[in-house]
């Protein structure tokens, strides 16, 4: 079946311009996630959405970043006034839950958008 | 609190022998443990996953690990090394209490180089 996608897959801005990069999750996970991936951070959490419960927006790195997930589907991440510590892939996942009996689920992870701030 | 170490930021080896690829965990909960592999300019890919079940988990491509609690260790090995194992590999830690819950945390990383 179709796995995560993301869009777009490349995207070059100007500081200080806002951005929205879209996730398509895997139909019926009821689990999302976004992560950013840049070099010296490695793999960094930003943000989780487990059905209709609050997000955990602990990873987001400051309050230029927001993320909403309408109809508990597709999702978009929003940066505004992008600055060039922005630059880095920014990587989707979902999963069935959070977890099951045995523990947690895997996490499906989309091909990324690398986001440039120039 | 969970973490991941990563004991290799690379390891090269030569084609038909063993890989090994350490990894030692932190964790305040019962942790779910994972691999992850990355090629380059691909995304990350899933070779296995430990979820108190079995300790020795097999995955794809013949790699496998074994859980050690008493070490904090998921070392990820496979007996004979291929061309096309050469890639960024992640070792994963995910608690599921405490303010970690559902969040996946990340190794640095390890990068394979297998030579011909």
């Known amino acids: 079946g179709a796995g995560v996608s993301q869009s777009p897959s490349n995207k070059v801005t100007e500081k200080g311009k806002d951005v929205e990069l879209r996730c398509d999750p895997i139909?019926?996970?009821?689990?999302l996630y976004w992560y950013r991936q840049s070099l010296g951070q490695g793999l960094e959490f930003l943000i989780y959405?487990?059905?209709?419960?609050?997000?955990?927006k602990s990873g987001l790195p400051s309050d230029r970043f927001s993320a909403e997930r309408t109809g508990g589907s597709v999702s978009t991440l929003t940066i505004q006034r992008t600055q060039q510590e922005d630059s880095a892939v920014y990587l989707c996942?979902?999963?069935?839950?959070?977890?099951?009996?045995?523990?947690?689920?895997?996490?499906?992870f989309g091909p990324g958008t690398r986001l440039t701030v120039t | 609190a969970q973490s991941v170490t990563q004991l290799d930021s690379h390891v090269s080896v030569s084609e038909g022998t063993p890989v090994l690829l350490r990894c030692n965990y932190s964790?305040?909960?019962?942790?779910?443990l994972f691999w992850y592999v990355q090629h380059p300019n691909k995304g990350l890919q899933l070779l296995l996953k430990y979820t108190s079940a079995a300790t020795l988990v097999k995955g794809i491509n013949g790699f496998e690990a074994e859980f050690k609690k008493s070490e904090t260790s998921f070392h990820l090995t496979k007996p004979s090394a291929h061309m096309s194992d050469a890639a960024e590999y992640f070792c994963?830690?995910?608690?599921?209490?405490?303010?970690?819950?559902?969040?996946?945390?990340f190794g640095q990383g390890t990068i394979l180089t297998v030579h011909p």
């Open positions: 139909s019926g996970h009821t689990a």
């Open positions: 996942a979902s999963s069935l839950s959070l977890s099951g009996t045995l523990g947690a689920y895997e996490q499906y």
């Open positions: 959405f487990q059905g209709n419960s609050a997000p955990d």
């Open positions: 994963v830690v995910s608690d599921l209490g405490g303010t970690s819950y559902g969040k996946l945390t």
């Open positions: 964790s305040s909960y019962s942790p779910s």
